[in-house]
């Protein structure tokens, strides 16, 4: 049988304490009858000591024993047989009953046992002796301790239970108290598994419930902002699909029909798209190894300006297809970096492209790398129609089109800038875009510089 949590700790208070009490409990029952036995073997001793003292200052006073038997006889009405001897051991005098005293030993009266006491005079000389016996008085003495004894005990006894049932109740209190953030938390975690992501908890008011509240609630944010990334991405590549194989269909169909002639033109046509779904398909299954970090980069020393060149040469024959001008700017004396060369080819090429794409006819390109005291700074501008502020922040994110026509004339699968700020951040380094509209738009990203072992 599975025991609840409330349950665990509502009997692991219950256990302490009642231990806890327990232990008290016995402790001050041992101590109590200890230091009250010791209290009562005190006193009958002191009482003996005045009693041997007080015939001391009788010797003295009548200069010997003569009429003593007066005083013992008074001093013994207190609950002792007092017997008088001299140092041979004689019997002066002698007061009480030795009966009652027999009696009183015949109840055990172990702590009040016979006692012989020397007597000494002023002078420092022993004078006589001195026997106390316990009576029946004494033995009565002995029963008001054993009833004080007991009565302490079943207050102690009562208290013990007294606390016993306030702790059941703390407990069970303390435990529910203790126990009611994790039922919280619970539903909320079922809640979230039966796909409802709209929750936030406020467990309570301590600091360990309160970061239990905020971890748990940005989980939940997070996964809702995943979900919705998920369905967006969804819906984004069903976009990005359906386009091409539309067409696909359209014009498979339309020849198998006779309505279209599979001529070079319209085979062309077909090409083409099958060309953009496999691009498509490409980018999509490196763009899920960036972000599952399973894309290795293969880094090797490398020269910037030779990078930059091979990058430019590749896009020449598009360049001189647009009839834009490309300036390029390189400041001298830059070290070399320790890279992936591809892939950095891969982020320059489609910068590059994209400013090809959205510059007018007879444009102005700038590619400019210059040297930051920690990393080396690559800027991609054109003079294109610029992108909108609002959209500046979202350029990055996959599928996202400034245009909302999404036109492919105006812009590629929205995946280019996505792989390069992920190839980018691989590398260590960081890509940001700042653009006015209808002036221009500069692309910038940086690779940090390293110390390449010689």
């Given at each position: ?6 349950m ?18 016995y ?12 209290y ?13 003292d ?13 009429g ?5 006889d008074?001093?013994?009405?207190s ?12 019997i ?13 030993q015949?109840?055990?009266m ?11 005079d002023r ?21 008001a301790e ?7 005990n ?8 007294m606390?016993v049932?306030?702790?059941?109740i ?6 529910r108290?203790?126990?009611k ?45 995943v ?8 819906s ?39 060309t953009?779904?496999?691009?498509l398909?490409?980018d ?13 980069l ?38 070399i ?16 492209s ?29 003079n ?14 996959r599928?996202?089109?400034a ?30 875009a ?21």
């Open positions: 049988m599975k025991i609840s949590l409330q665990k700790i509502f009997l692991s208070f219950l256990i302490v304490i009642i231990v806890g009490v327990g232990v008290v409990g402790l001050a029952n041992r101590v109590t009858v200890t230091e009250f036995s010791n009562m073997r005190g006193g009958g001793g002191a009482a003996r000591q005045e009693i041997a007080e015939l001391a200052a009788y010797y003295d006073d009548n200069r010997g024993w003569k003593v038997s007066e005083t013992l008074e001093i013994s009405k609950g002792y047989v007092l017997i008088l001897k001299d140092l041979q051991g004689k002066i005098a002698q007061a009480g009953d030795i009966a009652d005293a027999q009696m009183g015949g109840h055990g172990g702590r009040m046992r016979n006692q012989s006491l020397y007597i000494v002078d420092g000389k022993a004078v006589g002796t001195l026997n106390v016996l316990p009576t029946e008085a004494a033995y009565m003495s002995s029963t054993s009833s004080f004894l007991n009565a302490v079943r207050s102690l006894i009562w208290a013990a239970l606390a049932l306030i702790s059941v703390l407990s069970f209190v303390l435990s108290y203790i126990s953030p994790i039922k919280s938390l619970t539903g909320a975690v079922h809640a979230m598994a039966e796909g409802d992501l709209d929750q936030t908890i406020q467990l309570g008011n301590t600091p360990e419930t309160q970061e239990l509240s905020g971890t748990f609630n940005y989980l939940a944010q997070r996964l809702k902002e979900e919705e990334l998920r369905r967006n991405m969804i984004d590549v069903a976009h990005e699909l359906r386009t091409p194989l539309t067409a696909l269909q359209g014009y498979v169909e339309g020849i198998e029909d006779g309505v279209i002639k599979p001529t070079k033109k319209n085979l062309r046509v077909i090409y083409e798209e099958t953009l779904l496999s691009r398909v490409k999509l299954q490196e763009l899920s190894h960036l972000e599952a970090g399973q894309l290795s293969e880094k090797k020393p490398t020269d910037i300006n030779g990078l930059v060149s091979q990058t430019m040469e590749s896009q020449s024959a598009q360049i001189k297809k647009t009839g834009v001008e490309v300036k390029i700017q390189i400041v001298d004396d830059l070290p970096l320790e890279i992936d060369k591809d892939r950095i080819r891969q982020v320059l090429t489609n910068l590059v994209n400013a090809l794409r959205h510059s007018p006819e007879k444009g102005i390109i700038s590619v400019d790398i210059s040297q930051n005291p920690d990393s080396i700074e690559f800027t991609v501008s054109d294109g129609k610029g992108i909108p502020e609002k959209d500046l922040p979202f350029i990055f994110e599928f996202y089109r245009e909302k026509s999404r036109q492919r004339q105006l812009g590629g699968a929205g995946l280019g800038l996505t792989i390069a700020k992920k190839l980018v951040e691989a590398h260590g380094g960081s890509i940001w700042e653009s006015k509209v209808g002036k221009s738009t500069q692309v910038h990203f940086t690779l940090p510089k390293q110390e390449i072992p010689v």
